[in-house]
């Protein structure tokens, strides 16, 4: 089956690369670049492990095609921090302790980041609901919400 | 995953043209499709993505009409103003499918392409009274959504033919839509039923009922809803219209939960969704 050229911008680097047209995005971010923060969970879209952002969503990278996602605007979380400073989220997570395994996390984190992107003025509510679509086998999400909830307060103060 | 060749046209034509063609698959959100093709219960040969083509995406508002291009993503049918003031039900629907996450990849086309009887987004679109356009390579055709399927993952879409936008008439006074499910997120519906109605007075003038997941095909129940016309809703008609919802159900068991328990469900539901729909209106 023919390659297909495409231009990926992750994290602002433009990758230039030739893939097969069955590679998901998250393959082509973990074993293409190599930037294995994004998990790989269920690979069926239910857990959020795999969770980045395109063009300012939150979607589960184990469901779309990498070659559909050519010339779009591509964050996982090795793009938050920036001039060695952790996004609010990511000093959330370690101040709560929102992380136990940790595998979840960059899933949590990017689904989050969408979220408060988009609006930082959610309930504690809208969140949980929100955030229906991320899995966490170790915490209970508990300190989970406790961290993205102190990071919305800080989104929002700062702004 | 097999290997496939993938097309990405900018006309609707030449999609139909390659749609038409054996073993191929169009790919809108892939929420269905990338799932399908990894479990391997989908091997297309050729996958024809719809996302170059224009036109095909946003919702328009037209007086009265309102109308939902195919390639609209659920997120943005559930947090759009005029489908959440005017086609409530709608709104609810597309809010309860997946995640946030797969709201944002999922298009309403896809949703109601796939034809499972239990998609969210369909008893909304049963209770708005929808159109459905079709385009193919020898021009287009609309069909009404109540017409559109005819089984489990069957429609009456032709080699080649592709849904394009759902067009809603005016909209009913008030409309409402109730998920049966475990889970408060990422599950499907056991039961999926969607109300409709208009009042003059006090007076239902018209109402629409919307069932999914409850026969082979999502169905509306009208004998419930000529019950309703003419009436105002009291605690007696509630229980008949129920009653006459539940009779026009015709549910499998499976592991969910068994078909005697779909059909009761469908009375309570029903009931819960008029009311809502009412004190709505």
Known sequence: MAKHPVSLKVNGDEYDLLIEPRKTLLAVLRDTIGLTGTKE?????????????????????????GVTVSEKEITTIEGLASDGELHPL???????GGYQCGFCTPGFIMASKALLDENPERSEEEFRYELGGNICRCTGYTKILEAVLKAAEEVRTSA | MKGFEFFEPT????????????????LAGGTDLVIGMKALTETPQSVISLQKIPGLDGITTEGDSISIGAMTKVREVELSSDIQNHHTALAEGA??????????????????????PAADTVAGLLVADAQVDIASADGERSVAIDELFTGPGQTV??????????????PASGSHYIKHKIREVMDL???????????????????RIGLAAVAPTPIRATEAENLLRGNELTA???QQAGEAAAAVASPISDLRCSAE??????????RRTLQEAVARA
């Open chain 2, 157 to 170: 879409l032709a080699p080649g033919e592709i849904i394009t936008r759902f067009r809603l008439p005016s």
């Open chain 2, 11 to 26: 006309t609707l034509a030449e999609a139909s043209q390659l749609f038409a063609q054996e073993h191929a698959q169009l």
């Open chain 1, 90 to 96: 990511q000093q959330a997570f370690i101040d709560t």
């Open chain 1, 41 to 65: 969970g269920c690979s069926t879209g239910d857990c959020g492990a795999c969770t980045v952002i395109v063009d300012g969503k939150a979607v589960t990278s184990c469901m779309v095609l």
């Open chain 2, 261 to 270: 328990h779909r059909k009761e469900m469908v009375d309570v539901l029903t």
């Open chain 2, 236 to 238: 007696e008609l509630l």
């Open chain 2, 189 to 207: 519906a056991f039961i999926g039923v969607a109300a409709a109605v208009n009042l003059d007075n006090g007076t239902i003038t018209d109402a």
């Open chain 2, 95 to 116: 809010s309860e499918i997946g995640s946030v996450q797969i709201r944002n990849l999922a298009t309403i086309g896809g949703n109601i392409a796939h034809a499972s």
